[in-house]
């Protein structure tokens, strides 16, 4: 079995030293993710948004490693504000609805004040 990096090419995996997935055999372990654009290094306000934005940028790192939302198998939200997890349930369900994941919930600050919150994931390759 060979382990993949993955990187998404913002310069916190740089900076601070971590990747942005982990591929090791079939399975995939994806930092936690927060709502930055990577590509321009925005963030909108809206936690929905940020949400969506998030789970973009997490479908990328599984494509990299050969699989997809369907495969997640536990997913870890963090929010500071616990009320802001209700408005992302429809993002979530169009997004992890087929693989309906193992998952938990924690309210906590995040690093940077804008964002709103933070989902890690592991998956697991189906053969």
Do not use: H
């Not at 990096?5 to 990747?19: D, K, P």
């Amino acid at each position: 079995m060979t382990r993949q990096w993955i990187s998404s090419g913002s310069r916190f995996e740089q900076e601070i030293g971590y990747s942005r997935a982990v591929a090791d055999g079939d399975w995939v372990f994806v930092s936690g993710t927060t709502g930055f654009d990577y590509a321009s290094m925005t963030i909108v306000d809206d936690v929905a948004g940020q949400c969506e934005q998030a789970l973009r940028n997490i479908a990328a790192a599984l494509a990299e490693a050969g699989a997809t939302l369907d495969d997640v198998v536990r997913v870890n939200y963090v929010l500071p504000d616990g009320a802001d997890f209700e408005p992302c349930w429809p993002v979530l369900r169009r997004y992890l609805g087929e693989a309906r994941p193992a998952a938990m919930v924690i309210t906590a600050g995040l690093l940077d004040p804008r964002m709103k919150i933070e989902i890690e994931v592991t998956a697991r390759k189906r053969r």
